[in-house]
């Protein structure tokens, strides 16, 4: 396939990027701030388009950037990334280096927030490391710093046609990746060697990063929720459950999850696959304008309980929304704390719905696709195959 690149015109990335600006405005007037202060790798790429290291050796402070009520974009950059910001980024007119040592760096954001005129002003901050937030409030003793993250969510919560271009692409090669999987379910393949071929197919065919190993659990890791593939061979009968939701094109991620059968599968395997897609649909079913997250939460777990699953199903969120970061808001239902919020839904939302039952000694994992919102109902924007036997 052929994914699109930021250098490429049949996308108007300045569009884009002016209405992600636009959008973060909205949610810092919103909100009652001057500012919106991110620190965030997936923040950083929406508000700039940046294309950062995502790796767990850079999950730190190495990038500042700073939008304003008036819509000024400030970027402190890592000192190691500031020629390729200047040289290759116009649209950043305000950047400036930052040092490698993330605590070096209190004089550069006391001195940024200073020339933007918010040494008094209400930032909100999407995340910051203690050693900036202590003295940054000692430093600037008037500037109020607050909870950021509810700009950010509204923000990002609704689509322009540009962005739903690039989650297409990211649904495509998440497919790509679980039709690799699926194909590679063999007996006597370790869950890492399927990882690996997922891996080096979705790179192929265009990710431009592996955010994380792609889920391979088999047998009893797939109840067990392992988050990790291993060495364990897969067995015949074993449930695999797997996820390929690990890709980024041009910013934009994409989730998938399947959870087929090695060989054959017994009845209550079936059952359990059956019901979980029934949860999944029906869930689809509710992702329309106007309605509610509680009708989506509803409709699924209904299906679970109908089928006798009630106490199975998995016990965390049933759904998220997917863009510059791969859970963001809306949150469809939490387990956990039993807290769904009923926050309505609207059209330019993406969301991926992740209904999971687990059963102990039998199998589990989650069946997942990714759903753009329109005016005309849900789209399903993944696309890879379900086991039609298992379907019955």
């Known amino acids: 396939m052929r994914v699109d690149a930021d250098w490429r015109a049949n996308i108007d990335w300045d569009a884009m990027r002016t209405y992600r600006i636009n959008r973060l405005v909205e949610g810092i007037e919103r909100a009652g701030l ?99 937030y202590e003295p940054l409030s000692e430093e600037l003793p008037d500037c109020c710093f607050v909870d950021g993250l509810s700009a950010l969510d509204f923000a990002r919560q609704i689509k322009c046609k540009e962005e739903i271009v690039c989650l297409r692409q990211a649904a495509e090669v998440a497919d790509i990746g679980m039709r690799t999987a699926l194909s590679n379910l063999k007996e006597g393949a370790t869950e890492i060697e399927v990882a690996a071929k997922v891996c080096e197919a979705m790179v192929a065919a265009g990710s431009e990063d592996i955010t994380y190993l792609p889920l391979v659990e088999s047998g009893e890791h797939s109840w067990l929720g392992f988050k990790v593939p291993t060495e364990r061979r897969l067995k015949d009968g074993d449930m695999v459950y797997i996820d390929t939701g690990i890709c980024i094109v041009n910013g934009y991620n994409a989730d998938i999850a399947r959870m087929p059968v090695v060989g054959k599968a017994s009845s209550l395997q079936a059952k359990i696959y059956k019901t979980c897609y029934e949860m999944l649909q029906r869930g689809i079913e509710q992702l329309v304008p106007g309605n509610t997250t509680t009708d989506v939460l509803k409709a699924a777990e209904k299906v679970a309980e109908d089928a006798g699953f009630g106490e199975y199903v998995y016990f965390g969120i049933l759904g998220h929304g997917v863009g510059t970061d791969l859970h963001e808001a809306p949150t469809i239902g939490d387990r956990v704390t039993g807290i769904d919020e009923g926050q309505t839904l609207e059209a330019g939302m993406v969301v991926a719905l992740e209904p999971g039952i687990l059963v102990p000694g039998v199998g589990g994992g989650h069946q997942e696709d990714m759903v753009l919102i329109t005016e005309n109902g849900p789209e399903v924007l993944t696309k890879a195959p379900f086991d039609e036997d298992l379907l019955g």
Request: charged share 20%; no cysteine.
């Open 34 to 132: 001057d500012a919106l202060l991110m620190t965030r790798l997936d923040a950083v790429r929406y508000a700039t388009s940046f294309r950062p290291v995502y790796s767990m050796w850079f999950h730190g402070t190495r990038h500042i950037v700073i939008v304003t009520k008036a819509g000024h974009v400030k970027f402190l950059v890592a000192s190691g990334d500031y020629d390729r910001v200047r040289t290759t980024m116009p649209w950043i007119q305000d950047v400036t280096p930052f040092p490698f040592v993330i605590a070096q760096g209190l004089p550069t954001v006391v001195k940024a927030l200073k020339e933007l005129g918010l040494s008094k002003g209400k930032v909100g901050v999407d995340m910051l490391p203690f050693s900036l």
